[in-house]
Nanobody, 130 residues
Framework: QVQLVESGGRSVEPGDSLTLSCVLS????????IGWFRQAPGKEREFVGA???????????YYADSLKGRFTISKYSSKDTVYLAMSSLKPEDTALYSC????????????????????WGQGTRVTVSS
């Protein structure tokens, strides 16, 4: 089993920056993918980004086109934590942000599909409001 615990969500004002963390524990894999998704109230779950990790080394992340440039996913090879750094936050970024894990690499297309990820965290809530 894999456990994912997100943290860092809170209320911020438009234009602020915020970094979320996702700590991964449990079973380990030589290659896996961590995805970030978000779900705003009354809306469908939306892909934010994903990063593949191979032999503890992170690969170049994938991003939702609409978020590219404002959101950055990172992971240090020595840590079991994936970060989602968000900048220039807007009210429409308000959502429950969840990290996910698939115990393999993914294609650019697969990375964007929630159904590809068998493991999910509980989520951390981000509210952007003035």
């Amino acid at each position: 089993q894999v456990q994912l615990v997100e943290s860092g969500g809170r209320s911020v004002e438009p234009g602020d920056s915020l970094t979320l963390s996702c700590v991964l524990s449990g079973r380990t894999f030589s290659a896996f993918t961590i995805g970030w998704f978000r779900q705003a109230p009354g809306k469908e779950r939306e892909f934010v980004g994903a990063i593949e990790v191979v032999n503890r080394w992170p690969m170049s992340p994938y991003y939702a086109d609409s978020l590219k440039g404002r959101f950055t996913i990172s992971k240090y090879s020595s840590k079991d934590t994936v970060y989602l750094a968000m900048s220039s936050l807007k009210p429409e970024d308000t959502a429950l942000y969840s990290c996910t894990c698939k115990p393999s690499q993914v294609t650019n297309y697969e990375a964007r599909l929630p159904s590809q990820y068998p493991y999910w965290g509980q989520g951390t809530r981000v509210t952007v409001s003035s």
